[in-house]
Nanobody, 127 residues
Framework: QVQLVESGGGLVQAGGSLRLSCVASGRTFSSYAMGWFRQAPGKEREFVAAIRWGGGSTYYADSVKGRFTISRDSAKNTVSLQMNSLKPEDTAVYYC????????????????????WGQGTQVTVSS
């Protein structure tokens, strides 16, 4: 019922910035927990950032804390990931994920058990 579409990826030089966006459709956006994950070739998908549905609490992986910021705009059904001071290690496909409040599948913001996933957007950071 929910479709997620990521955008904003691209190639950027180390130290630069990118802003990723995830647009949701099919249901109200404000009642969903939203997460960002990334996956590099040959590696498992890892947590990047998440934002809760109610209080707006945010969570970040240690590797991106202080550099990345997650936010949401309910009026536009959009969640964004502002990425600053990018490093080559940030190179990966970035995925948007969503979980409705009350989901029995969702186990926490940092886990991969989200109900819905986008197809991803490529972020490449050159040295």
């Amino acid at each position: 019922q929910v479709q997620l579409v990521e955008s904003g990826g691209g190639l950027v030089q180390a130290g630069g910035s990118l802003r990723l966006s995830c647009v949701a459709s099919g249901r109200t956006f404000s009642s969903y927990a939203m997460g960002w994950f990334r996956q590099a070739p040959g590696k498992e998908r890892e947590f990047v950032a998440a934002i809760r549905w109610g209080g707006g609490s945010t969570y970040y992986a240690d590797s991106v804390k202080g550099r990345f910021t997650i936010s949401r705009d309910s009026a536009k059904n959009t969640v964004s990931l502002q990425m600053n001071s990018l490093k080559p290690e940030d190179t990966a496909v970035y995925y948007c994920a969503a979980a409705p409040r009350g989901s029995r599948y969702y186990t926490g913001p940092m886990n991969t058990e989200y109900d819905y996933w986008g197809q991803g957007t490529q972020v490449t950071v050159s040295s």
